[in-house]
Nanobody, 127 residues
């Protein structure tokens, strides 16, 4: 089992940047494909970005492509989400999630594919 804790959220002006971190404990993060999701008030949780356990493959929601970057440092058991050019509509609670890695690689876009979740960190973008 892995325990995930997010940090780095906060209040930022539109156009600004934030870097979220997701620290894993209990089991090495290299055992998992990782993802970031977000949930805005009154909306369903949605996929933001994902990264394969090895870091070789990344994938993004169209709404963040070109602005967000997902990274991982398996030596530190940490996954990051670098968010640039933030928009007001990026305001949400951001959560990281872990999915057991598989032999055959596939992007993990659905919430149901993830086995463990963090509590989330609030990101608020002001205009």
């Amino acid at each position: 089992q892995v325990h995930l804790v997010e940090s780095g959220g906060g209040l930022v002006q539109a156009g600004g940047s934030l870097r979220l971190s997701c620290a894993a404990s209990g089991r090495t993060v290299s055992s998992y494909d990782m993802g970031w999701f977000r949930q805005a008030p009154g909306k369903e949780r949605e996929f933001v970005a994902g990264i394969r356990w090895s870091g070789d493959n990344t994938y993004y929601a169209d709404s963040v492509k070109g602005r967000f970057t997902i990274l991982r440092d398996n030596t530190k058991d940490t996954v990051y989400l670098q968010m640039n050019s933030l928009l007001k509509e990026d305001t949400a609670v951001y959560s990281c999630a872990a999915a057991f890695r598989t032999l055959m690689y596939r992007p993990r876009l659905s919430r149901s594919e993830y086995d463990y979740w963090g509590q989330g960190t609030q990101v608020t973008v002001s205009s």
